[in-house]
Nanobody, 126 residues
Framework: QVQLVESGGGLVQAGGSLRLSCAAS????????MGWFRQAPGKEREFVAA??????????ADSVKGRFTISRANALITARLTLQMNSLKPEDTAVYYC?????????????????WGQGTQVTVSS
């Protein structure tokens, strides 16, 4: 059974930090590119950050570059994905989703990701 389970969301004041985690199991996720997306009310789901399974290279949306850091730790068949979010802004408020993609190249759009977590709410107050 494939599972991606996020944790770590919550309420924080502007300028604060949060750390999101995602535990992935049920596939050989150490061979999957993994990423974070977010969706605010009334908006489309948008790319936040991703990390390559093969090179460990990281990619960020311009809106979070320099403030967010994505990382991963791989076990034999599972993976743990982390998103460290610093200097949070009210516009970062959204439901954050962990996702996994088996594409050979890096994926930046939601349809390219096969597996998704249930999401965790991040709320940044001004």
């Amino acid at each position: 059974q494939v599972q991606l389970v996020e944790s770590g969301g919550g309420l924080v004041q502007a300028g604060g930090s949060l750390r999101l985690s995602c535990a992935a199991s049920g596939r050989i996720f150490r061979r999957y590119n993994m990423g974070w997306f977010r969706q605010a009310p009334g908006k489309e789901r948008e790319f936040v950050a991703a990390i390559s399974w093969s090179s460990g290279s990281t990619y960020y949306a311009d809106s979070v570059k320099g403030r967010f850091t994505i990382s991963r730790a791989n076990a034999l068949i599972t993976a743990r994905l982390t998103l460290q979010m610093n200097s949070l802004k009210p516009e970062d408020t959204a439901v954050y989703y962990c996702a996994a993609s088996s594409d050979s190249g890096m994926s930046y759009s939601a349809p390219e990701y096969e597996y998704w977590g249930q999401g965790t709410q991040v709320t940044v107050s001004s």
